[in-house]
């Protein structure tokens, strides 16, 4: 059973920084580094999961959305089973839950939620004014 499991939420202000961690574990995820991709989603009160970032699996594509570009940074563990996200300058707005995802085969739009078969539970973000 393929298992997601998030850490590193919590309460800052504005203009702070965290570091979310996100293992995976319980699937032979696949070696293709086109193919292969982790990333993280986030959902405020209210609002509709978006999209936040991605990487391939060897980090050699990452994928951001304009809200995050210059203050958030992917990247991941040696062991490409582990995907970190370092958040600066935190905003009020980035305030959500924040959930991981990884599937084997969204490649061509690592982007689109709905391709990826494997979530964790999420962790919370509170960024206050």
């Known amino acids: 059973q393929v298992q997601l499991a998030e850490s590193g939420g919590g309460l800052v202000q504005a203009g702070g920084s965290l570091r979310l961690s996100c293992v995976a574990s319980?699937?032979?995820?696949?070696?293709?580094?086109?193919?292969?991709?982790m990333g993280w989603f986030r959902q405020a009160p209210g609002k509709e999961r978006e999209f936040v970032v991605a990487?391939?699996?060897?980090?050699?594509?990452?994928h951001y959305a304009d809200s995050v570009k210059g203050r958030f940074t992917i990247s991941r563990g040696g062991a490409k089973t582990t995907v970190y996200l370092q958040m600066s300058s935190l905003k009020p707005e980035d305030t959500a839950v924040y959930y991981c995802?990884?599937?084997?085969?969204?490649?061509?739009?690592?982007?689109?939620?709905?391709?990826?078969?494997?979530w964790g539970q999420g962790t919370q973000v509170t960024v206050s004014s």
């Open positions: 319980g699937h032979a995820f696949s070696t293709y580094d086109i193919s292969y991709y």
């Open positions: 995802a990884a599937d084997d085969d969204v490649g061509y739009d690592p982007r689109a939620g709905p391709l990826y078969a494997y």
């Open positions: 990487i391939s699996r060897n980090g050699g594509f990452t």
